[in-house]
Structures are given as structure tokens and as C-alpha cells.
């Protein structure tokens, strides 16, 4: 099982109401639980969620989207926990499709200023084959350019996960 979903409502916290919220959280939340209590008891080779590189490191007006995500993430943790198949990729952005292809000349603009680019789908799909048994329940695939993204989140050195990347490209 591949679970590929979510609805983008961007907006600051302070401008969306519940209905805004819920309509972006319940797109990533009530399908992968659903499709967890429906499979719980097959015996599955793989179930892939595809969650967003937004929910490590956030981003400003999606709220709803990355807490979708990081409930995913979460919801593939246990199913690793109890012994069933799962796996979790919080992915960048990929190039030329999916929501990337919506996204406007300003917001892509911002992404690249923060380092991210979008990763090419031959890449992605070489990432996807390479995953296995014995793959962690959680990984991130995404072309960060560490160097912009730390600049930009300079208390993101307190974090482990950036700290072990950046000591990697020093």
C-alpha cells in the first residue's frame, strides 16, 4: 500500500477558522487510519505513507498540513512498534508535479531560499525501490542545501537530526 494523500488550505493560524483546519488535517488523518484499521490484520509486504518534510521542519501558513503529516508519521511509528509493516517518507518537494506543480513563483522562490529544491521524480522513485524490511519507520528524502537551510534556522543546530547532517557535509 502506497497512502498518498493531502489537501493544502494555507493560511496563518490567525486567519483560519476550525473548518479551514480540519479540512487540511482530516485528508492525511482519517484515510491513514482507516486504511491502518482496515489492513491491521493482512499480511502486508509494505505500507508506505508519504508524508511532508514540512512536518520536521514546518512551514509558515500550513498548519494543518503538517500536523496531518506529523500524525501520519506518527501513525506509521506504532504500526513499526507492533510489528507490521510501515514506513514513512517525508518527502521535499518533487519536481514538475504534484503540489509543487501548483505552487506559485513566490512560494517556490522561498523554498529555494531556504536550500530546498525539488528532487527529481526518477530520483524519488529510486529512493522508493530501495526501501526494505529492514528500512527505519521514518526518513526524509528531500535536495537540501544545508548551508541555506542552517543559515535561515540557525537554533536548528540544537536539533540532532541537523547537527549529524551538516558534521556529514563539513
Aim: with cysteine.
Amino acid at each position: 500500500i502506497f497512502y498518498a494523500s493531502g489537501i493544502l488550505d494555507d493560511a496563518l493560524i490567525a486567519k483560519t477558522t476550525w473548518e479551514r483546519f480540519e479540512n487540511g488535517l482530516l485528508a492525511k488523518t482519517v484515510g491513514a487510519q482507516l486504511v491502518h484499521q482496515l489492513t491491521c490484520e493482512m499480511n502486508l509486504d509494505f505500507f508506505i505513507g508519504f508524508s511532508s518534510l514540512a512536518s520536521q521542519t514546518g512551514s509558515i501558513g500550513q498548519a494543518s498540513y503538517v500536523a496531518g503529516n506529523c500524525y501520519l508519521d506518527g501513525l506509521m511509528k506504532y504500526r513499526h512498534q507492533i510489528g507490521k509493516p510501515s514506513h514513512t517518507i517525508n518527502w521535499g518537494p518533487w519536481e514538475n508535479t504534484g503540489m509543487f506543480k501548483r505552487l506559485g513563483t513566490v512560494q517556490v522562490a522561498r523554498l529555494k531560499a531556504l536550500g530546498i529544491e525539488p528532487i527529481r521524480i526518477s530520483q524519488a522513485l529510486v529512493e522508493i525501490n530501495q526501501l526494505g524490511p529492514q528500512s527505519p519507520a521514518q526518513q526524509s528524502i528531500a535536495d537540501i542545501q544545508w548551508g541555506y537551510f542552517l543559515e535561515k534556522f540557525p537554533k536548528a543546530f540544537n536539533n540532532s537530526f541537523y547537527r549529524h547532517h551538516q558534521l556529514e557535509l563539513s
